[in-house]
């Protein structure tokens, strides 16, 4: 299948209004290029996760750029997109240059190109997270990596709720723990748990294309025999205590079944959940403690927080 990029050279004032128009056309995503991303002090205490070229990015202005497929109706789908970008001029929206180019692209160059982006990267003490596509020989005897071949779904692991619930499982799991991993997306917390030592990992995701993923990842890091992925609706259905929950999905989602999480811990046993935006700091938190945990530690990268809490 070919698609068609569409690329707009614009101002910051016009990204959320032209991403908007892009999304009502159709466009699945849209990619920002912001020079201002070159100069961005960022947190990251464990090294860049990638290095961008300054030659991707415009001199002034930002550039916006959405795929769309190509099919009969393309020509008339961008003409709409111009007309809708032109007509922000009339709401004082100032759209800068309002440069608009089209060009194809083969479906196979577009999956594969944005691993020029994905590296190697230290994300903890231990742990490294390495594309299967790249050759790593580890730094230290004790370091841990973890191969991931993420596919375009689910992420690379070097998101922080993710950073953060590793750093967190490094901290609670002690050898033959029993860990379930709710919502698992890639599989990477349960492939992190069983390298640090569980003895069994069940991995929860309600997605049947995550759970593909998470198995070939699984498979990847040669921890099949302790890492079992299902499909489930969070723990619906799940029997028995384990020593640590790890979830890694939205706060709403988390406050939704944290007294399902306090019936599958054992007393003493951990709760980690990342995936909560700084709004919902508070009420993810009182929803966790009103379900029988404390709140030994609290995790903070970037606007994104983590608890690791303990079942009294």
């Known amino acids: 299948m070919k698609w068609s990029e569409i690329m707009i050279h614009t101002t910051n004032e016009a990204i959320e209004p032209i991403s908007n128009i892009l999304h009502e056309a159709g466009a699945s995503g849209v990619v920002i290029e912001d020079p201002f991303d070159l100069t961005k002090e960022r947190e990251d205490q464990f090294g860049e996760i990638?290095?961008?070229?300054?030659?991707?990015?415009?001199?002034?202005?930002?550039?916006?750029?959405a795929y769309?497929?190509?099919?009969s109706f393309l020509g008339e789908t961008v003409e709409e997109i111009k007309q809708s970008i032109s007509n922000l001029a009339l709401f004082n929206i100032d759209i800068g240059q309002n440069q608009v180019t089209i060009s194809e692209v083969n479906e196979e160059e577009w999956a594969?190109?944005?691993?020029?982006?994905?590296?190697?990267?230290?994300i903890s003490e231990r742990f490294t997270?390495?594309?299967?596509?790249?050759?790593?020989?580890?730094?230290?005897?004790?370091?841990?990596?973890?191969?991931?071949?993420?596919?375009?779904?689910?992420g690379t692991g070097t998101h922080p709720t993710t950073v953060m619930c590793i750093q967190a499982l490094e901290r609670t799991v002690?050898?033959?723990?029993?860990?379930?991993d709710?919502?698992?997306?890639?599989?990477?917390?349960?492939?992190?748990?069983?390298?640090l030592g569980a003895s069994k990992v069940t991995a929860l995701d309600l997605d049947e294309v995550a759970v593909q993923s998470a198995r070939l990842n699984v498979k990847l890091n040669k921890v099949q025999n302790c890492v079992n992925v299902s499909k489930n609706d969070?723990?619906?259905?799940?029997?028995g205590q384990v020593d640590v929950v790890v979830s890694n999905i939205l706060a709403e989602v988390i406050m939704s079944f944290?007294?399902?999480?306090?019936?599958?811990?054992?007393?003493?046993?951990?709760?980690?959940a990342s995936g909560i935006i700084q709004q919902k700091k508070n009420l993810v938190k009182d929803a966790i403690i009103q379900s029988g945990f404390s709140i030994e530690e609290t995790l903070v990268m970037e606007d994104w927080i983590a608890f690791i809490a303990k079942r009294g």
Do not use: C, R
Not at 234 to 239: E, Q, R, V
């Open 50 to 65: 990638y290095q961008l070229n300054p030659d991707d990015y415009p001199e002034e202005g930002v550039i916006i750029k």
């Open 68 to 71: 769309l497929p190509v099919n």
């Open 112 to 122: 594969t190109a944005w691993k020029k982006y994905y590296n190697p990267v230290k």
């Open 129 to 154: 997270i390495v594309p299967t596509w790249e050759t790593y020989e580890p730094v230290s005897s004790d370091e841990l990596i973890i191969e991931l071949d993420p596919g375009m779904a689910f």
């Open 174 to 180: 002690k050898s033959q723990d029993t860990v379930i």
């Open 182 to 195: 709710v919502g698992t997306g890639s599989g990477v917390l349960s492939i992190a748990a069983a390298l």
């Open 234 to 239: 969070l723990l619906h259905g799940m029997d």
């Open 258 to 272: 944290t007294d399902d999480v306090a019936k599958a811990v054992k007393p003493g046993g951990y709760f980690i």
